[in-house]
């Protein structure tokens, strides 16, 4: 990895990550965490923080399409590696399957742990496209909700890997 | 009765839900503006020290600090959201009352400077005796917290309505119990935020809070600032609980060194400095003595309690108040006695959470009334039906109930959850308990006296009358509020829930509205705009009126089209008609006010606990103990609601759900606990245990049918009501699935583990073991001695 020095010899690395789809080469710090690349220096503020411990799971972004809390990844660890975060969810105007359940089954509320959740679920039906209630939980264990107790979220969830199942059968 | 409404009662998707999806709603932390500073306040790491001296020489030097600030540079002006004990600075001036109080505060370029420059502040400390049990802080050489209050006593309460011991004297039975709660804490997922900046002499706040009218007032009044000049706003908020009330120190010291910069500055707190700034639920101390007939009908009740309020008195004096207050609104009776002291600790200041004062008290309360129900060998869902009260009443402190559907709620939960064929019938370790609640809708008075109205409303029509939008000063913390309040806008004009917009909770552009506590909102916000929104069909209409020539008494308005009732064929475009309305008369706007009426009786503390209406709810829960370990599940939770006329099902159920989790939250795992120096040892999202996905068990939340006078469309509260029973349906069905009580929130599996012992070690000394066999049975372990 290419890396300057300033003045004061703080040495600074160049790393190139896809964002969204978007090649994005950047200049940090061995300590910058990737959630403060996304935020600060790419303005993708859907990425919450809650936590800074990878406690709650707000900073949940997918890595390599695995998801991860950005706060306990440092962004040189992400050199070279593809990133969605919720702002590339949806290809157009258009929601995603997943985020137009989770408005029409009411697990939004307020909203700061939404972006973390819908990654996490994104991942769990790309590898798991029928999920059991049980398997869902588990897959948003690492993501803490204070409002909604999970009851719609999980319902959410589970009525977007319907739809997707039903539009298999159909197609197929 | 059938509704005839065509936008209330539907659950139509949140108006920010597209938004908080795509990750484009911004939060306080997310926003940025040219040229902004990052600060930061530093703390004390003591629990109770005096301050000698603060050298801030050494961080002034850092390249990048731009302003540093201590008490000196701060107005001294005591403030605190309870006008009745102003005790807090904006930075402590002589002495420090816990850790995490603040001391100074830093800007600079960037937070990783921020950082740098705390630890360079140099405060020399002479540490003082600290004391961290409210019992301990009034016994007579604990260390004195404020000079003011004398004993470290905040505030006393003795109330007494009818006379408790002459009812306990005709009593068939009398029994005392005792329960302690714990110290929790909100929790929101987002962690507070506030932006400053000047404008000339102008402060604009972008705060992370849940009234942006108290924030304006506390700040207009601290800066000795028209309330003209501060503009609050609030953004996107990612959840409060009661956590994001009142002033957190960071809007404050981020406005002085704002004014000291000419810069706006983002101030924020990480997870543990919220954990320490806290203004959570207060750890109580509850003893509670109730006297029944023979039947199990209440005679009177006495609730002796003892509050640990914390350094500060925060939100606490109405806690205090509401802690007693509230427990004569589920059942009849007609005496009733309440003592309470707020002590003074050194350890952070306790305030409103969910429920404010009520919910453990109320955990205590239904305990205690199981323990009664079994010592008359009672089913404990029929003491509760025998003493449910009933609609139309008063209570012995004065608060006028109109709907009350508490008998059927309870009727209901027992159906839909099989109350009488599980209870006492279900095997071993299996467990079902219930218990009872009701909470405001909306507070009878504002948290600081003045005659201003509780809420307003504007509407404005958009000039070609596809459109309006809703003006309000209500904030939207999550629970839905501008959704809920564009539906009742859409239905009071007579037009489509989709043609809303709103503008909520900004004090330059909305009219005044106290904000999001108290469950008041649906109600009294409701109520205000349901008015503006009459006030625009009114105007309608009679234009409506004159293009059809009829009268405008003829005329109705529904969906956005206007008609002639009799025959609705004939019919205009509601747009067509607001279009004209502007061309002929300008901007077509409505505008509404909420006031409630007088409440309450004239004793001291009589406004706490008054409302335009009450909610109603029973629970009942389903539990498994595991008796070697002391492990619970929770296997499944009914909830039966009478909340009024519903505004959106969906998202009112939704507030049962959170309602209910954060209560099992409570119940089961969440305690902020304490090193012996008065530093918190689990300020973080681990060790404070927060249910996942994994721990909510199933939920049926359901409704009886209900209508309050008092309530715009007949509505009441639900968003907090329903944290109210769940610590003491759980408590209940530990007790029938294992046979133990344990006492202390919360209900950890330690605490089940030893009494489960305690009972096995009991039961091995008596000479008869004494097995517990459910309701009627044997008398419990602990009624043993």
């Known amino acids: 990895m290419e890396c300057i020095e300033d003045k004061y010899g703080i040495k600074r690395y160049l ?60 962004a040189v660890e992400a050199d070279g590696c593809e990133i ?61 909700c204070r409002c909604t107790g999970y009851v719609n979220i999980v319902k959410a969830v589970m009525a977007a890997a319907a739809t997707t199942e039903q539009e298999k059968r159909g197609v197929a | 009765m059938k509704d005839d409404y065509a936008v209330i009662g539907k659950s139509v998707p949140k108006i920010d839900g597209r938004a908080k999806a795509t990750g484009q709603a911004r939060y306080t932390g997310d926003l940025k503006f040219p040229n902004m500073l990052v600060g930061k306040i530093l703390t004390s790491p003591h629990a109770h020290a005096r301050i000698l001296h603060i050298d801030t020489s050494e961080a002034e030097k850092l390249s990048g600090v731009k302003a540093i600030i201590t008490h000196k540079d701060v107005p001294s002006k005591k403030y605190g959201i309870s006008p009745a004990r102003w005790d807090e600075n904006i930075f402590c001036i002589d002495k420090v009352r816990f850790v995490g109080d603040k001391v100074a505060a830093v800007a600079a370029i960037d937070e990783e400077t921020v950082y740098k420059a705390l630890k360079l502040i140099k405060v020399e400390y002479e540490v003082l005796p600290a004391v961290f049990d409210p019992v301990e802080a009034l016994t007579e050489n604990a260390p004195l917290i404020h000079e003011e209050f004398p004993g470290n006593i905040n505030a006393e309460i003795h109330q007494e309505f009818g006379n408790v011991e002459e009812a306990f004297s005709r009593s068939f039975h009398v029994r005392t119990d005792t329960y302690i709660g714990q110290r929790t804490y909100q929790s929101p997922i987002e962690p507070h935020a506030a932006i400053s900046m000047w404008d000339g002499g102008k402060l604009t706040v972008y705060a992370s809070t849940q009234s942006p009218h108290y924030f304006q007032y506390y700040l207009a009044r601290e800066f000795e600032l028209p309330m003209g000049d501060v503009r609050v706003l609030k953004t996107f908020v990612g959840g409060g609980f009661g956590g994001k009330m009142e002033p957190t120190g960071l809007e404050f010291g981020g406005a002085v060194l704002a004014r000291i910069t000419g810069r706006p500055v983002k101030m924020f707190y990480d997870r543990a400095e919220m954990f320490a700034h806290n203004r959570g639920r207060h750890r109580q101390i509850m003893e509670l003595t109730t006297g029944v007939d023979r039947e199990g009908k209440i005679l009177g009740s006495y609730a002796n309690f003892i509050m640990d309020g914390g350094a500060y008195t925060s939100l606490g004096i109405a806690s205090a108040y509401y802690a007693g207050a509230l427990l004569t609104l589920t059942y009849d009776f007609d005496n009733y006695k309440f003592d309470m002291i707020r002590v003074y600790t050194n350890l952070p200041a306790c305030g409103a959470q969910r429920g404010h004062g009520a919910p453990q008290p109320k955990y205590a309360y239904e305990c205690h009334l199981d323990n009664i129900a079994r010592d008359l060998r009672l089913d404990p869902a029929e003491i509760r039906l025998i003493n449910a009260r009933k609609p139309n009443t008063v209570t012995p402190n004065s608060f006028r109930i109109n709907s009350c559907e508490l008998s059927a709620c309870i009727d209901k939960a027992k159906k839909i959850s099989g109350w009488n064929e599980k209870r006492g019938k279900l095997p071993g370790g299996k467990g079902i308990g219930i218990a009872v609640g009701s909470f405001v809708s909306g507070a009878g008075y504002p948290i600081y006296r003045t005659d201003l109205p509780h809420a307003a409303a504007i509407i404005k029509v958009h000039e070609d009358g596809s459109a309006a939008t809703l003006y309000t000063g209500a904030t939207d913390i999550g629970q839905g509020s501008d959704t809920v309040l564009c539906q009742m806008a859409a239905e009071a ?52 009126g004159k293009m059809l020539e009829v009268s405008p008494s003829e005329l109705d308005c529904k969906e956005a089209v206007v008609f002639l009732k009799s025959d609705p064929g004939i019919s205009i475009p509601f747009s067509n008609v607001a279009r004209k309305l502007f061309v002929d008369k300008g901007p077509l706007v409505g505008r509404g006010a909420y006031t409630p009426p007088k409440l309450g009786g004239s004793f001291k503390g009589a406004a706490v606990g008054t409302s335009p209406a009450y909610s109603f709810a029973t629970q009942i829960s389903e539990v498994e103990v595991d008796k070697e370990t002391g492990e619970i599940r929770v296997k499944e939770v009914w909830d039966v609601h009478d909340c009024g006329k519903v505004i959106n099902p969906a998202l009112l159920h939704a507030q049962v759900h959170g309602a209910l989790f954060m209560g099992m939250g409570e119940a089961i795992w969440e305690e902020v606990r304490f090193d012996k120096n008065g530093k918190i040892i689990n300020p973080n999202l681990s060790d404070y245990r927060l249910p996942t996905a994994l721990d909510m068990p199933r939920v049926t939340s359901e409704l009886v049918e209900s209508y309050d006078i008092a309530g715009p469309w007949g509505v009441k509260e639900v968003g ?59 008398p419990a372990a602990y009624e043993m001695e």
């Open chain 2, 720 to 778: 907090e009501g329903a944290t109210i029973p769940t610590m003491g349906c759980f408590a209940n069905a530990i007790l029938d699935a294992a046979g133990v009580s344990v006492n202390s929130l919360p209900l950890s599996y330690e605490k089940v583990w030893q009494a489960l012992r305690e009972k096995e070690a009991g039961e091995k000394q008596t000479r008869k073991p004494i097995e517990h066999e459910g309701y009627p049975g044997e």
């Open chain 1, 15 to 74: 790393i190139q990550i896809v964002v969204n789809g978007d090649d994005r080469a950047l200049l940090v710090t061995a300590n910058t965490l990737l959630v403060n690349v996304l935020r600060e220096r790419l303005d993708l503020t859907g990425t919450k923080k809650g936590c800074e411990l990878g406690n709650c799971g707000s900073c949940t972004v997918l890595l390599d399409g695995k998801p991860v809390d950005s706060c306990l990844v440092l």
């Open chain 1, 84 to 144: 969605t975060t919720i702002e590339g969810v949806a290809q157009s105007e258009e929601l995603d399957r997943l985020q137009n359940s989770f408005v029409e089954n009411a697990a939004i509320q307020c909203g700061y742990c939404t972006p973390g959740m819908i990654l996490s679920a994104k991942a769990l039906l790309t590898r798991n496209p029928a999920p059991k209630e049980q398997e869902v939980r588990q897959a948003i264990a690492g993501n803490l």
């Open chain 2, 493 to 544: 004009m007579g037009i489509k829930y989709e043609q809303m917009k709103i503008v909520s909770a900004d004090t330059e552009t909305t009219p005044h509205d106290f904000g999001a506590y108290a469950s008041r909102q649906t109600l009294m916000s409701g109520s205000a705009v349901k008015e503006a929104g009459e006030m625009v069909k009114e105007q309608v209409l009679e234009m409506a």
